[in-house]
C-alpha cells in the first residue's frame, strides 16, 4: 500500500536543506554518498541510495560549466542545491549545484532504496519505468547502475526538473543515517584526453562498488594506481580499512 499523504509529509520533513549543498564540490560528492534521493511519482516514494558521484568544477576543462554560461547551464551558476539535469546519450541526467558558480556534483550511481516509505510497490514502479533491453523487470542491483538507468528508474525528466530546486513533497535528498566511513577516489568517466581527465573527483560507497557505472575495485586494478582510499574528508589513506 502507497503512504499515507501524512506519512510522506513526514518524511519529507527530514529532506536535506540547502547548505547542505552549498558546499565544496567535492566535499558534497562524498557526503552525498549514502544519502537517499526521493521522487514522488503518481503517489510512491520511488528511492536510491546514492553510491557513485562525481565533482565537477568551472575551472577545469571536464565541466559543462567551463564552455561557458548558457541558459541551458543556468542551474550550474545558481547557489548550492539546484538540480540540473542534461542528456547525456539520449537519457537524462542528474546533477546539483554546489558551491561557487559553474561548480557541480554529477549523481552517477544508486541503489534501489526500501523502507517504509518506498516499499515493494515502489521497487515494482522503478522496474515498470526502467525495463531491460527485452522489456523484462532489471534486476535491482542494475537498475540504476549509471546515470541515465538512475534517473529513468526514479522518473525523472529534464523537462520537469531542470534548473529547479528541491520541493520536499515532490523531490528531495535525505540523510538516513548510512554514510560510508571510508570512500574510494578515482577517476571520472568519459572525459576525454586533455580536458582534465586525470582529476580523481569521482567518489565511489565500497560496499556498493560493483553496481557502479565502472567498478572500481574490478580486477587488475591496484591501490595507488588506479584508484585511492579516502576517508570522508578526502584524507588519503594508507590502506583499504
Given at each position: ?34 544519502k ?14 546514492i ?44 546533477n546539483?549545484?554546489?558551491a ?50 538512475l ?11 531542470d ?30 584526453p ?12 565500497p ?22 582510499w579516502?576517508?570522508?574528508?578526502g ?6 580499512p
Open positions: 500500500m502507497a503512504p499515507s499523504a501524512n506519512q510522506a509529509s513526514r518524511r519529507a520533513g527530514n529532506a536535506l536543506p540547502d547548505a547542505f549543498f552549498n558546499r565544496d564540490a567535492r566535499t558534497l560528492a562524498r557526503d552525498l554518498l549514502g537517499v534521493v526521493r521522487h514522488r511519482v503518481d503517489g510512491l516514494w520511488l528511492s536510491a541510495r553510491i557513485e558521484t562525481e565533482a565537477y568544477y568551472l575551472e577545469e576543462k571536464g565541466s559543462h560549466a567551463s564552455l561557458g554560461y548558457t541558459h541551458k547551464r543556468r542551474a550550474l551558476f545558481m547557489d548550492g542545491g539546484v538540480v540540473y539535469m542534461y542528456y547525456a546519450r539520449g537519457g537524462d541526467s542528474l546539483f549545484s554546489a561557487g558558480p559553474g561548480n557541480a556534483v554529477l549523481i552517477k550511481s544508486a541503489y534501489p532504496w526500501s523502507d517504509a516509505l518506498s516499499g515493494p510497490e515502489a521497487l515494482a514502479r522503478m522496474q515498470q519505468l526502467n525495463p531491460d533491453a527485452q522489456g523484462q523487470p532489471r534486476p535491482p542491483a542494475r537498475l540504476c547502475s549509471g546515470q541515465t538507468l534517473c529513468r528508474a526514479l522518473g525523472l525528466k529534464v523537462p520537469d526538473w534548473a529547479r530546486r528541491f520541493d520536499p513533497q515532490a523531490l528531495y535528498v535525505e540523510d538516513v543515517g548510512q554514510a560510508p566511513a571510508a570512500l574510494i577516489s578515482t577517476t571520472r568517466l568519459g572525459i576525454p586533455g580536458r582534465d581527465e586525470h582529476l580523481e573527483y569521482r567518489y565511489v560507497d560496499a556498493y562498488a560493483a553496481f557502479c557505472t565502472r567498478n572500481p575495485l574490478r580486477r587488475g586494478q591496484v591501490a595507488g594506481r588506479d584508484y585511492q579516502v576517508d570522508r574528508d584524507t588519503l589513506l594508507p590502506h583499504a
